[in-house]
């Protein structure tokens, strides 16, 4: 199983972007998501989840209300909308995929990671 994510770039503070997730050699509906990001000299924190059916989010504070995560089963992705970035939310971005826990917070019950997309925004 192979997890791409993409989407990042260069902003300035108050833009929006959209990352996307997609999913080579498993079933995509079958997984909870998850994002984390990681900043320079900082630990992996936890950004947003999604169930296998997609009826349930999780997020960190940080985000709420700034960040929706969706899904297209249909499509086998996964959908990170970013509005009114902030200075703060700059960092790799990592999508992950859950088989055996629904939308968990913790890094230690994804399965399987992306490579991460570089997110700067700039102030």
């Known amino acids: 199983v192979q997890l791409q994510a993409s989407g990042g770039g260069l902003v300035q503070a108050g833009d929006s972007l959209t990352l996307s997730c997609t999913i080579s050699?498993?079933?995509?509906?079958?997984?909870?998501f998850g994002w984390f990001r990681q900043a320079p000299g900082k630990e992996r924190e936890f950004v947003a989840a999604i169930s296998e059916t997609g009826g349930t989010t999780d997020y960190t504070d940080s985000v709420e209300g700034r960040f929706t995560l969706s899904r297209d089963n249909a499509k086998d992705t996964v959908y990170l909308q970013m509005n009114s970035l902030k200075p703060e939310d700059s960092a790799v971005y990592y999508c992950?995929?859950?088989?055996?826990?629904?939308?968990?917070?913790?890094?230690?019950?994804?399965?399987?990671w992306g490579q991460g997309t570089q997110v700067t925004v700039s102030s």
């Open positions: 992950a995929a859950a088989g055996y826990h629904d939308y968990p917070t913790d890094p230690f019950y994804y399965d399987y």
């Open positions: 050699g498993g079933t995509f509906s079958r997984y909870a």
